[in-house]
């Protein structure tokens, strides 16, 4: 006890008080705002014990120091710990996800970003830094009983090793439960859960560096093995619908955070979105309605989706593809309709052409055109929260539209929505319903920003039919990502009237996909399980050409031989009849766990996992500089092509 009273005030006590609360903290974070999934004990105990390996390692560099920089080094130390803990709680509550290396390249979105981080602080954050006003205190009260000395080599490379050991148990545990946890990573969620923030961390970090060096070895024999696995999967044309849209206009609108549940939802007894509602059930069947069509984005979210539905690739598991991969070679649904049918691509977006990279992607992707905020009327009334409202942007847009429709060549116009994005703010004069009452602001909101971009929605159907572009045009609308996370599970449990399980979460992940093609009627609703990736090769075949030139991980959704699961990028998938979510197989009928699943059941989840590898690798290594897709294929050459200004510059040095 004496020994006990004389350490208190002394620099390992200090040390050892500093580590209890780094630990004791950390572990709350987990437990209070992350969703883990811990299903056993073990899981448990390793969510417990894993902030022990960083704070002994990491706190134990102030060891090193003497005297009373042993104190300031500490302090320092554990506040930048701190810091980087409450950064990914900020993030996480937007994200679902975690800080990646990845992400701290995307500079370009941390403006835009941090406006939503502003509604994302709680008033509880401040204890997170209590340990530290704690241990401030302590320092100061402290310090002049410290001796000047430094430690001992001995004492700090103890310590040291006792992290180092700590590790080691804790990785071993986690092998016991997870095999291969660091060699299969598909979910970020899973290191974090068994070997903590900071070791998650520092594996993102050798991953990036691997990641790299991988691309500057690969070769294009590497390629092989990615074009057997797509040639296999490859579903043939539905020989009905093949070149049914070709030479045809195409507008592709992307629906922003906008979820399947919101279709035929009522709130205060009034659809939510009812001219979507009557496209979906639309009795002269001029659209087809995929109602089990899943977005498959990941971190990189919007950019995600832009990928997915351009490139029928996935994004990555960390970070956006847009951002970091955004000098990759692509064989990209811009480029192919250009070489092949003559199109000039366009993308409308009422925000700056920087986020997400997209001023210098698009030209990889070989996108003609890029109308971003510059070309926009952009005064303080007519935009709100990440750049010019809905409707304004549509109205805007129509001129743009009609200068592609007076070309000769058919146009590809995708059209990127921005109003229904989180936080969800509306101003008071474009609100016409109601908001929902669960107490939860964010969701609540939800509902009153679709409802205005239902109405912008219609607002542009309008527009496009009274200047003659309507008839003759494909029309495609899609939702993009999920807008209501994990994080709200309680107040979409009122919303759904259905508590949120894992199943039921990846089931919330359907995002509307609708098509109308001219002259083609449409199935009205389409129940087969398909994705985003899926689209671009649906695409190709309704224009007539063959998909299977090219790199695509989808298959099309009208062909008869389509492939009816649907990866999602954290190795979850789903089936008509089953599902594969956080490390469980769900009977999707009952919703209970199978426990014994079948061997065709564990071959499909080899499978999800080994295409993403494939994806992974393709991205990674820059694979597709190395494929030739047929003998009239040539690669995009970006400086081909300027943005800004210069779109109509570009026409004239493309005329002559």
Known sequence: MKKLANLKSTKMGFFLLAL?????????????????????????????????????????IALFFKGKRFGVTLLVIDTLLTLFLYANVVFYRFYDDFITIQTLMQTENAGSIGKSFLGLAEWHDFFYALDLIVLAVLFFKWKTDWSPARFGFKKPATVMAAGVLAFTINLGLAEIDRPQLLERVFDNNYIVKYLGLPNFAAHNTLQTVEVSAKRSMASSEDIAEVDSYTDKKYAEPNAEYFGKAKGKNIIKIHLESFQSF??????????????????????????????????QTEQGKTADAELLMDTSLYGLPQGSAFVTKGTNTYQALPAILDQRQDYTSAVFHGDDGSFWNRDQIYKHLGVDKFYDSKYY????????????????????????????????????????????????????????????????GTVDRYFQTARYLDESLKQFFEDLKEKGMYKDSVIMIYGDHYGISENHNKAMSDITGEEITPLKNADLQRVPYLIRVPGMEGQGTNHKFSGQADVMPTLLHLLGINAKDYIQFGTDMFSKEHKGFVPFRNGSFMT???????????????????????????????????????NDEVLNGDLLRFHEPNKNWEPVDPSEYKYGQSNDESDSENDS
């Open 576 to 614: 008509k009849d089953y599902s594969y979510v956080q490390g469980q197989f769900y009977d999707n009928e009952t919703g209970e766990v199978i426990e014994q699943p079948t061997e065709k059941m564990k071959e499909r989840k080899e499978q999800v996992h080994y295409e993403l590898s494939l």
């Open 262 to 295: 919101l279709i035929d939802y009522k709130l205060h007894g009034e659809e939510v979105t009812p001219f979507l509602n009557s496209l979906v059930h639309d009795d002269s069947k001029n659209f087809t309605y995929f109602d089990n069509f899943f977005h």
């Open 20 to 60: 209890a609360l780094f630990w004791v903290k950390t572990y709350i974070i987990y437990l209070s705002e992350f969703n883990l999934g811990v299903s056993n004990l073990l899981q448990h105990f390793l969510l417990f014990f894993n902030p022990l390996s960083s704070g002994l390692i990491l706190l134990g």
């Open 377 to 440: 009327d952009m005064k303080k009334d007519k935009v709100i929260n990440y750049g010019l409202k809905d409707k304004p942007f549509f109205k805007q847009s129509m001129p743009m539209l009609e200068d592609l429709a007076k070309k000769e060549e058919p146009f590809y116009a995708h059209m990127l929505t921005l109003t229904h994005h989180y936080p969800f703010v509306l101003d008071e004069e474009d609100e016409s319903i109601e908001p929902a009452n669960t107490g939860d």
